[in-house]
């Protein structure tokens, strides 16, 4: 939903890339640890065998203790063998916690820096915005820090315009971001140029407000058009100058042509909204990770709420495609059942010309054979 050049997209496939190669590592380290247990079942195999040649063959000990020797330092090999797989699936185990660790870090780090910014700007009413940043992998399909990251950077106008009131601007800056998301689901844009638009809005710059796809072009003057629209809505005048008020008016209109509400809809009924919301609440699990006060099961709870209605969105399309698998195969095959006559005529068509065309190219002098003979197999 981003889009492939966006720096959170390119990032997530830079992750999944080194993932996918942990995963890779692990098991193959998983395999010869099989192989390995594999081989222990069978020495120790040999060396219930041995005891049993121990205990038939006492009269000749010094022979059965050569055996019985020979046969535990095999086992010792298997061991020796066995702890080096273990030791490697140690290692690779240890290194995909090292990896989680280290995105636990820097999640963590990022959410220390936003809270302190948000602390800063809101100050008592802090906690209420953090709490709306929490429910953000619902509301917006974003995570804390995103939802956190995105405020932080129109959220000083917006409390200027009303203000200075702390407790107003946390619920327009969370109708904005909402709002944001709303747009960028059901207009299909990518959603940092919406934040872009909305960053402009708060310089009063309406060069971006095209970006809305609301039907209003990137002037001063259609930003006008779309609060005298707003108006005649809701019944209540909007000042340009207020950034506040322009947030106000934007979700009137998306409110009156269908847009909000799009993306906390998508999250529970569609695929791919309910694949980023769980994706979001993963998030929100790292940056809980190293948080010491987060509660833990909370976040774990909301990972799988999400997982669960991704699986409710998938299962229909897995159903289906069961379904019609039986008919598109018998499709297939009668189609290509009646392509294989044509098909075969046409190679055998084709390879006589090949065949025609070397031998019209071979000069007869080099074909040792009598006159009448070559003649005949010319023809």
């Known amino acids: 939903s981003f889009g492939e050049n966006d720096r959170r997209t390119q990032a997530w496939q830079i992750q999944l890339n080194n993932a996918q190669a942990a995963l890779n590592g692990m098991e193959r380290e998983l395999a010869d640890n099989e192989s390995a247990m594999d081989s222990l ?4 195999d040999d060396t219930g065998d041995s005891a049993d040649d121990l205990e038939e063959e006492l009269d000749d000990a010094g022979d059965a203790a050569d055996d019985s020797e020979g046969k535990f330092s095999k086992l010792g090999g298997t061991l020796k063998t066995v702890g080096i797989a273990m030791g490697a699936v140690v290692t690779a185990a240890a290194a995909a916690a090292v990896s989680l660790g280290k995105a636990v870090v820097e999640a963590y780090g990022e959410y220390e820096q936003l809270v302190g910014g948000i602390d800063t700007l809101f100050k008592d009413s802090s906690a209420s915005l953090q709490e709306y940043a929490n429910n953000a992998y619902k509301t917006a399909g974003m995570s804390a820090n995103d939802y956190m990251s995105t405020v932080t950077s129109f959220s000083a106008s917006l409390i200027s315009s009303l203000g200075g009131d702390t407790e107003a601007a946390v619920k327009y800056a969370d109708m904005a971001i909402t709002d944001m998301a709303d747009n960028a689901n059901k207009m299909g844009t990518d959603i940092g140029l919406i934040q872009n638009a909305y960053q402009g809005f708060a310089k009063q710059n309406y060069t971006m407000l095209d970006n809305l796809k609301l039907g209003y072009g990137g002037t001063k003057t259609e930003m006008e058009r779309l609060l005298a629209d707003a108006q005649a809505i809701s019944g209540i005048e909007y000042d340009i100058s207020s950034y506040a008020d322009v947030v106000e008016a934007i979700h009137v209109i998306q409110e009156s042509m269908g847009v909000a509400g799009a993306t906390a809809a998508e999250a529970e009924h569609t695929i791919e909204g309910s694949m980023n919301s769980m994706k979001a ?23 799988v709420d999400a997982f669960q209605d991704v699986l409710t969105n998938i299962t229909p399309v897995i159903e289906n495609i069961i379904s019609a698998l ?25 390879f006589s010309q090949v065949l025609t065309t070397l031998l019209t190219m071979i000069p007869l002098s080099l074909i040792h054979i009598s006159e009448p003979t070559r003649q005949a197999e010319i023809s």
């Open 326 to 350: 039986p008919t598109a195969l018998n499709a297939l095959l009668a189609t290509v059942g009646d392509l294989l006559p044509t098909l075969l005529d046409t190679v055998v068509d084709l």
């Open 281 to 303: 609440a993963i998030d929100n699990l790292i940056v809980g990770f190293g948080n010491a006060d987060a509660d833990i099961e909370q976040l774990c709870a909301n990972v």
């Open 41 to 44: 079942g069978k020495e120790m």
